[in-house]
């Protein structure tokens, strides 16, 4: 009997670490308060938005010339870190009508890191957004997408809306060339997506993609905004 009761402990902590597991890693559900990684709708409107950075000019020249020849407003989720090592970029990115949203300071996962460092991690980095200049609503994409209870609470708290995506070519390390992120990026992107790149830290053949990307989805007529016109409708 003690052996049964044993197995049936065990199987019960499995099933609560596999779901807090699915839950940490999920794209489309938290715990608590606003997730959006699309909208519902029918209307071909997409949001482009970059995480990490900023980094420096030469990437930033990068993106802000394909953007600004192409008319398109994008949402960039800055590190605090990078900001404050370049503000001056985040500067740029705000006077060009760009969206900032918060991606954290230092870029940690943010599953079992106490309340107050959560607090510090997105605070910190609220103030130099607004440091740059940006005015508008920041919204919160959490490092690597993943979430457990104390965040999305803080973020609950805070009014907080999180911002994940449903489409995602390329990652940190991609090695794909740029036609090939550009290619499967069109594929999967449907009304009311969420395009998520990583084309800071020199990555080239990211930077290359954006404006293969816009011309490939304007061409299909889809237009561009940023995820707070998106989300606002």
Known sequence: MTLIIVGICLLELLLVLGGGYRL????????AGRLVDRVDTAEK?????FDDGP?????????????????????????????ERFPGVAARLVDAGHELGNHTW?????????PSEIARQV?????????????????????????LLTLPLYLAATQRTTVTWDVAADSEDSASSAEDLAAATVANTRPGSIILLHP???????????????DDLHRQGYRFVTVSELIDG
């Open 200 to 214: 800071w830290y020199g990555r080239s053949a990211t930077q290359q993609a954006i404006g293969m990307i816009i």
């Open 106 to 114: 230092s870029h940690p996962r943010m599953i079992l890191l106490p």
């Open 123 to 147: 605070s910190a980095t609220d103030r130099l957004i607004r440091q740059a200049g940006y005015e508008g609503e920041i919204t919160f994409r959490p490092p690597y997408g993943k979430k």
């Open 55 to 83: 980094t420096g000019e030469a990437d930033a020249d990068a993106m802000l010339q394909t953007l600004a020849d192409r008319d398109v407003r994008a949402t960039f989720y800055l590190n605090g870190n990078g900001i």
């Open 45 to 49: 409107v997409v949001a482009l938005t």
């Open 24 to 31: 940490m890693n999920s794209r489309t559900v938290q715990i």
